[in-house]
């Protein structure tokens, strides 16, 4: 595929400028590429499949910085990336994503916030007011923060501050017995892109929105009614047609 059409494309539909990455901005890789990427695939859902562009952001004290790497996002990527394509007809589009190293959270990386249920109508805490302001530079709407741990006996928490769209994970969810942290990725994330409630039915345990409160999560499929709201969401994104002159 000849350069010019791969960055003509990156540049018309996901609004990228040079210089351009071919691993990040077209192949998706922001870790460990544990999968075979094709750039002829990627290219045709850039130009022909809605998208929704997500920042990804991992919250370090100095103290973890010194002693461990950060987590490999690849798997949570590329996990809500199929459940939304084979579900949905819809992708991730990862416009960037960096490590955070701050002493505000404490050594563990702990957060307070009043609830995780409530979506952008909850009471925000002062540590959510700090957390959802950053990544906000990266390009993104939404984004996705992996911390060490909420004060709020959450594995991840889809709940926001108003107008600054986005969820935390526990980066050490896949350590919990009942969740495995590439489905809770995206189930969080799917809390914010069409704005999906909780299913606590039993007929419903195999949907992604399952709630893990009530019981263990193992499902990732998507009603029908789902996929129509995280269509609609409002920062989905299409890649505009080419319009060419008449004759």
């Known amino acids: 595929m000849p350069l010019v059409s791969v960055r003509e494309a990156v540049e018309r539909c996901l609004h990228k400028t040079p210089p351009i990455s071919i691993k990040r901005d077209v192949l ?6 544990n999968q075979t990427r094709s750039l002829s695939y990627r290219m045709g859902l850039i130009r022909n499949v809605p998208f929704v562009r997500l920042a990804v952001v991992v919250v370090r004290s100095p103290q973890q910085n010194a002693s461990r790497n950060p987590p ?29 190293v701050t002493d505000r959270f404490g050594p563990s990386v702990r957060l307070k916030f009043e609830d995780c249920v409530r979506g952008s109508s909850h009471e925000v805490s002062e ?9 906000r530079d990266l390009g993104a709407p939404i984004v996705g923060y992996f911390v060490g741990g909420g004060d709020v006996g959450a594995v991840g928490c889809g709940a926001h501050p108003p107008g600054r769209r986005g ?45 893990a409160r009530v019981g263990d ?27 060419r002159a008449n004759g």
Do not use: K
């Open 28 to 33: 998706g890789v922001y870790g460990f590429n």
């Open 167 to 211: 969820f935390w994970i526990n980066e050490n969810a896949g350590t919990y017995i009942y969740v495995r942290r590439a489905w809770i990725f995206t189930h969080e994330l799917s809390h914010v892109v069409g704005d999906l409630p909780h299913m606590q039915s039993q007929d419903q345990r195999d949907n992604l929105m399952w709630d």
């Open 217 to 243: 999560l193992r499902g990732t499929n998507l009603t029908a009614g789902q996929c129509d709201a995280i269509l609609a969401d409002p920062d989905m994104e299409r890649c505009e047609p080419v319009r």
């Open 72 to 100: 490999d996002i690849q798997p949570d990527l590329d996990a809500a990336n199929q459940i939304y394509l084979e579900e949905c007809g819809a992708w991730i589009y990862c416009s960037g994503a960096v490590a955070v």
């Open 127 to 135: 540590d959510e007011e700090d957390l959802f302001s950053l990544g």
